[in-house]
């Protein structure tokens, strides 16, 4: 089992552009989550989705954010347009529902650099 | 306004002794807490858990303690070793039954010296 992937590993990007952040959960699992991490806010939950489809965005920042997971082997968190104050690391994770005590799966996470 | 905290942002330790990472909540919905541990450029990996029922829940050299009264929860690594080092992350979930949303604590880095 490969785990969580999440490509690009780092991405730096100017201001204004847009960036695509992908991500494959691990097989059979049903629940996928984006999160962001920053020095100020720490790990913050973006959005949730249960069998691919977006349960709780209620954590996505704004209209410039959006996510999506055509199947259940792949998502896209979207920034259209890029501002510096989206620099963070965002990680993926999968977990399957119900199993909250067994805790999630994350990637190694995307460091994003808008400049 | 943090519902989980950890307010120590690092802690070193010399290996052999106990490490003791500690957390604390606000919110009484809580049903679940983990402890998640990373290391750089890697994402964190979970640890252990408890859910809100019991007080105490043992792993191997890792055992967590849950104080609902004080609303504390606290992770003992005993012995410390220095591959223990890394970013501990309390996080809690269940709140309003929203089990899958986890509410992470900014982090305590755990040093232990050879």
């Not at chain 1, 952040?21 to 989705?49: A, D, V």
């Not at chain 1, 998502?75 to 965002?90: F, G, M, N």
């Not at chain 2, 009264?69 to 080092?85: E, M, R, T, Y």
């Amino acid at each position: 089992d490969a785990g969580v992937i999440q490509s690009p590993r780092h991405e730096v990007t100017e201001m204004g552009q847009e960036v695509t952040l992908r991500c494959k959960p691990i097989s059979g699992h049903n629940s996928l989550f984006w999160y962001r991490q920053t020095m100020m806010r720490g790990l913050e939950l973006l959005i949730y989705f249960n069998n691919n489809v977006p349960i709780d965005d209620s954590g996505m920042p704004e209209d410039r954010f959006s996510a999506k997971m055509p199947n259940a082997s792949f998502s896209t968190l979207k920034i259209q347009p890029s501002e510096p104050r989206d620099s963070a690391v965002y990680f993926c994770a999968s977990s399957t529902l119900g199993t909250e005590l067994q805790g999630y799966t994350f990637g190694s996470g995307t460091r994003l650099t808008v400049v | 306004d943090q519902q989980v905290k950890q307010n120590s942002p690092s802690l070193s330790v010399q290996e052999g002794r106990i490490s003791i990472l500690n957390c604390d909540y606000t919110n009484s919905m809580f049903d679940y807490f983990l402890w998640y541990k990373k290391y750089p450029a890697e994402g964190p990996t979970f640890l252990i858990s408890i859910s809100s029922i019991k007080d105490k829940n043992e792993d191997g050299r890792f055992t967590v303690f849950l104080n609902k009264s004080a609303k504390h929860l606290s992770l003992h690594i005993v012995p410390s070793q220095p591959g223990d080092s890394a970013v501990y992350f309390c996080a809690a979930s269940g709140d309003g039954g929203s089990n899958y949303k986890l509410t992470f604590g900014k982090g305590t880095l755990l040093t232990v010296n050879p």
